[in-house]
């Protein structure tokens, strides 16, 4: 079936909707919804609140009010059909008196699932759109490998280089994609960092606008069994982990759905052959060094059957950089 243009505008709109929220939700997902009446015209909209809050097709409904009876819902994400710490969207929407309900990604979560076929059974017309949603794809991974989705994101020069091979460094890249780095720091669950880079840096892995920090941070990580000073920790906030596998468990307990790895070099590889990294951010900046240290501390020679090859699913110009957003092949 093509989609009618009112239901694609509607899904734009959920979409954009979803969009504001990212980085809020988990261990929910980020979803948008927006609500049609039963002339076609787009009369909610609305998106998941933080956990304990009202779904997405709650603040929709409530946002069109009487005229979503006998109306359409487009939401990003099949409705959930579970009682949590919220009813479920699928009653909420047949008791609103949605005629039909448009939904852009099957729930991979067991608990949840079934909102589409519980609609179907109550003669709501039901239409699985089958569009992939940029910003639900990290909480679609994670649920289904049941660890957080790993954003592995590191910053060269064309030639693939972090720093010269005397050690020295600078910002490679420049005060747009590092506005954009913060921006994206502030919407993820987690940062990881290795030891080397929190005992070489002394980062503070905020997210900031200039000198203001954004409202939401994300949780502050440093893996590596090196004791990189308790009071420097506390004062930070950061969190240690002895490895990668421990990092992630603990960060899928506590809710974290979407993570950033931020280096270093041997973290980034080693995560790499774990095969945890889902997604990658290249920011490229239009510069040659020639020779220096890798973005990647690999451990041994290498063959080119081996090669690990990602799809590009964006690629955007950060004033004189470049940010490619990479994913694992078949997410
Ligand atoms: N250009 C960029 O995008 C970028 C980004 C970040 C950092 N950097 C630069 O990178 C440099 C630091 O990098 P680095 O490579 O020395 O250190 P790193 O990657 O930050 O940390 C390495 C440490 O990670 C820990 N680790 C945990 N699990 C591991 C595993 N499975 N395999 C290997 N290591 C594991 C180890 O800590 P323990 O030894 O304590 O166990 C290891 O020494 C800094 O100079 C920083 O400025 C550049």
């Given at each position: 079936m093509t989609t009618p243009p009112e239901i694609a505008e509607a899904l734009a709109q959920a979409i954009a909707a979803a969009a504001e929220v990212r980085g809020t939700t988990s261990p929910n997902p980020a979803v948008g919804a927006a609500i049609l009446d039963s002339a076609g015209a787009i009369v909610g909209v609305g998106a998941t609140q933080p956990p304990g809050g009202p779904h997405a097709e709650v603040m929709a409904l409530a946002d069109a009010g009487a005229r979503a009876q006998g109306g359409t819902a487009v939401v990003t994400l099949e409705p959930c059909n579970h009682t949590g710490r919220t009813g479920p969207c699928s009653q909420a929407l047949f008791d609103a008196g949605i005629q039909r309900v448009f939904y852009a990604q099957a729930d991979p979560f067991p608990a949840a699932a079934g909102g589409a076929e519980f609609l179907a059974l109550k003669g709501v017309e039901v239409h699985f759109l089958d569009v992939k949603i940029p910003t639900l794809q990290p909480w679609l991974n994670a649920v289904k490998s049941e660890r957080p989705n790993v954003t592995l994101k590191f910053a060269s020069t064309?030639?693939?280089?972090?720093?010269a091979t005397d050690g020295s460094s600078q910002w490679i890249t420049g005060a747009a994609a590092r506005a954009f780095v913060h921006e994206d720091r502030s919407r993820r669950d987690a940062i990881i960092v290795g030891t080397g880079t929190a005992l070489a840096?002394?980062?503070?892995?905020t997210a900031r606008s200039g000198d203001r920090l954004y409202p939401r941070q994300p949780r502050r990580v440093v893996v590596g069994?090196?004791?990189?000073?308790a009071g420097n920790l506390q004062r930070l906030g950061f969190e240690q982990y002895p490895g990668i596998p421990e990092a992630l468990k603990a960060l899928w307990e506590e809710g974290c759905r979407d993570v950033l790895i931020e280096g270093g070099p041997t973290l980034a590889a080693a995560a790499l052959r774990m095969d945890v990294v889902d997604n990658i951010q290249a920011y490229v900046a239009?510069?040659?060094?020639?020779?220096g240290r890798s973005i990647l501390n690999w451990p041994q020679e290498t063959s080119i059957s081996e090669i690990m090859r990602f799809e590009t699913s964006a690629v955007q110009q950060l004033d004189n950089d470049v940010l490619i957003e990479m994913q694992r092949k078949g997410l």
């Open positions: 064309l030639d693939g280089f972090a720093a840096d002394n980062p503070s892995l069994k090196r004791e990189i000073g239009p510069a040659l060094l020639g020779a």
